[in-house]
């Protein structure tokens, strides 16, 4: 991707979570324990899937994915993070500065359309049952799975070429503890007003095409479950969706704190904060949702410890 700025900075400084020295110790242990279980259970995820036929459907499809995006997102942070702390520098030259950035929209982007979609799944799956296969057939997903990520590339792509086109000549100390937009506009001597602009309604858009995706199916799913005889019967639709839901709240939550709120009412510590969980610590326990509340998820991962204990035990 080529880069033209006009800027007189050639690097910025990212000053993490903490200035103080005695803490960075903690926090590299910390970060390095959660990217680690966040790479071993999202990789679990995956294989378990792959490996266990009868996971072989959409919804099955779709948290494998989930689990792909949660581990690009760690590693396109994580790692940079431990470096800057072990190495005791802060300093990301602007071109890798940009290359983060343009990572984190494709990843962040896709990730909001496949939950969108994982929504439409339960809502055919529990309103559609005796057609589930024929509305989430392989084309479908597929189909999704690429405009997901296509729309994710083409979004990143205008981002990462408006802001390499400002001009930063003053600070090049970035508030946080990777390259996002906000801090990035904040830091720019250029006029960003196109940059706020654009991240408000391009961003906004497509958090809408998911966000009606998810209300829509839920909606759908509600009357459903409602109009079920039994308590037994409701109780089972529901939690076949009560993971996605959490997983939804956790990740759109945090996005709508960091992002969709005046520029006035920031505060530095409780964005950091914030953004720890939607970067590090949802895609860490994303996998334990899903595995704990889903039998079929917990059975194929207790098939999967068998075989591994019994091939190391023989």
Same mark, same amino acid.
């Given at each position: 991707m080529e880069i033209k700025?006009?800027?007189?900075? /050639?690097?910025f400084i990212l000053l993490g979570l903490s200035d103080h020295s005695a803490q960075q110790a903690m926090l590299f242990a910390l970060f390095f324990i959660m990217y680690s279980v966040a790479l071993v259970s999202n990789s679990t995820i995956m294989a378990t899937i792959?490996?266990? @036929?009868?996971? =072989? /459907? @959409?919804?099955?499809?779709?948290?494998?994915?989930?689990?792909?995006?949660?581990?690009?997102? /760690? /590693?396109?942070?994580? &790692?940079? !993070? !431990?470096f800057n702390i072990l190495s005791q520098s802060?300093?990301?030259? $602007?071109?890798?500065?940009?290359?983060?950035? $343009?990572? !984190?929209?494709?990843i962040g982007n896709a990730n909001f359309l496949l939950l969108g979609a994982m929504a439409y799944d339960?809502?055919?799956?529990? %309103?559609? &049952?005796l =057609?589930? $296969?024929?509305?989430?057939?392989?084309?479908? %997903?597929? #189909?999704?799975?690429? #405009?997901?990520?296509?729309?994710?590339?083409?979004h990143s792509l205008l981002h990462s070429m408006m802001i390499s086109r400002l001009s930063f000549c003053a600070s090049n100390l970035i508030q946080s503890f990777f390259c996002d937009l906000p801090p990035l506009l904040k830091l720019s001597c250029s006029d960003t007003t196109i940059n706020e602009l654009l991240l408000f309604t391009e961003a906004l858009s497509i958090i809408l095409i998911s966000v009606f995706?998810?209300?829509i199916s839920y909606s759908r799913i509600i009357l459903?479950?409602?109009?079920?005889?039994?308590?037994? #019967?409701?109780?089972?639709?529901?939690?076949? %969706?009560?993971? =996605?839901?959490?997983?939804?709240?956790?990740?759109?939550?945090?996005?709508?704190?960091?992002y969709f709120r005046p520029s006035s009412s920031y505060s530095?510590?409780?964005?950091?904060?914030?953004?720890?969980?939607?970067?590090?610590?949802? &895609?860490m326990l994303n996998p334990f949702i899903y595995s704990l509340r889903n039998q079929k998820m917990k059975e194929a991962l207790n098939k999967i410890c068998g075989r591994f204990i019994f091939f190391h035990m023989f």
């Open positions: 700025n006009q800027s007189s900075v /050639t690097y792959a490996v266990d @036929p009868q996971l =072989h /459907t @959409p919804m099955y499809f779709f948290i494998w994915n989930l689990s792909l995006v949660d581990i690009c997102m /760690t /590693t396109a942070i994580v &790692p940079q !993070l !431990l802060r300093t990301i030259s $602007f071109s890798d500065c940009i290359t983060q950035l $343009f990572f !984190l929209i494709v339960r809502y055919a799956a529990i %309103c559609k &049952p =057609h589930y $296969f024929m509305v989430m057939d392989k084309k479908f %997903c597929l #189909g999704v799975l690429a #405009g997901s990520w296509v729309v994710g590339l083409l995706s998810i209300v459903t479950i409602l109009s079920i005889r039994t308590r037994e #019967g409701r109780m089972k639709a529901f939690s076949t %969706c009560s993971s =996605h839901l959490i997983v939804v709240t956790l990740y759109y939550g945090t996005i709508a704190f960091i530095l510590e409780k964005d950091k904060a914030v953004t720890v969980v939607y970067t590090i610590i949802t &895609p």
